[in-house]
């Protein structure tokens, strides 16, 4: 399956890398010019450059020749030298050809005469000097004049080199407005070619919506040839509608029988107790209480009727730990009106964590097993601790009684969740609620906080302690 992401992007890849490409020769055209131009300026100023230092180096010797002084002949030396450095660049730039090497000849000649002239001027040999100065004043013309042809000549080539390139150039030029025009109008191809691609199906898929919700499911699926996101969304669409009509037969079927139920719903509902009217009875009892001058039944309804209230709804609703606490309160109050002394619970609360998230009716359940199965046969001295406090980043909830304690493989079993069977032991007490088992509390907080740990560790004889470490969110 090719995404339209995909298409997009080779489409978009293909368009750059053509104009990319066109600019790329374009600019080397450019540049092959710039570098002949290049090429051809700096011979012909080398070339002037030297027919210039020539002249200069001729005039100091005549100078030297007429006043033979240190300073003439050190002038002479600086033209001489800078001469050389002009005739070996000319000599490494241009390779081959007879007009340079007559060029360089010449120019080899004219340097021997002005050398030849200077040990006839410190020999004091007037025949001498007067004859080398008159050929290299010779040669010096000649310098000139195949400087000249040497111009000549390069201008002649670059004006043929010209030529073709400006046919290069228009030739790139015209590959250049090609492929601008080719980019063009593939661009409205595609543009054409993708748009309808897309709205074409939309509309399809607009007109069998259309149709389902005028209620007839028993069109024909809609065809989609390319594989895409479009592709696969028609394919959900179709399959969709196919679970709608379905629904609908199983809709109609169960109607059927809903007459059949009514009677007995009707029934079941005569032998059901209104949860508001039971809370509304018991508070009666308690104002009844209060104003009879019993505050302990009063509290104690008060205790049974929050208990009540707080147990009987949806248990996947969230709420908070301070809340959890509060109704585990309220169960600490009945238990401890029932058994008095019997029982001590203390509770080592930090308020700073009460604030975290957690399922409903999660600390209860704990708290009553740990009575229910640890601690209610015992006769005197029976302890439940809850603790609640900050470690590590982490809320810990710690639920300890010093009750009968269970086995090992009661703790396995407890902490198995992929058994979707409650633990049942063998001894049940009195007074259980809420009938949530610990498994449905693990599966419920695990599904809550996912990073959240549960430990259970517990002695025959000595007790158990339940703990819970969730992440601050």
Known sequence: MIKIRTKLLIYFATILFLIV??????????????????????????????????????QSLQIFVHEPLSENLST????????????????????????????LNIMTDFLIQTDKTIAGVNKQDIEQYSASLDEAEKTSGYIDEKALDLIDERLTNYQDVSFLLDKKITQTKNMWTMIISSIIILSILFALWFSNGITRTIERLTKAAQEISAGRYSGKDVVVSTKDELWFLTKTFNEMKKNILDSVNDIEEKARLAQLLKEMELKSLQNQINPHFLFNTLNVISKTSYIEGAERTNDLISSISALLRYNIGNLDRQTTLKDEVEIVKEYFFIQKTRFKDRVEFIENIDPSCLSIPLPCLTLQPIIENAFIHGIENMSEGAEIVLSIYEKNESVCIEVKDNGVGMDQQTIDRLMDTSDEKEVHVEKKGSGHSTGIGMKNVINRLRLFHKDSEINISSDLGKGTTVTIRLNKI
């Open 76 to 103: 002479y030396n600086e033209d001489k030298e800078n001469l050389l450095v002009l005739k070996e660049q000319f000599d490494a730039r241009e390779r081959g050809g007879i007009k340079k090497e007559n060029f």
């Open 21 to 58: 490409l066109s600019f790329l020769i374009r600019e080397q055209s450019n540049q092959e010019v710039k570098e002949l131009y290049q090429e051809n300026v700096e011979y012909l100023f080398l070339l002037n450059e030297m027919t210039k230092q020539t002249n200069e180096t001729f």
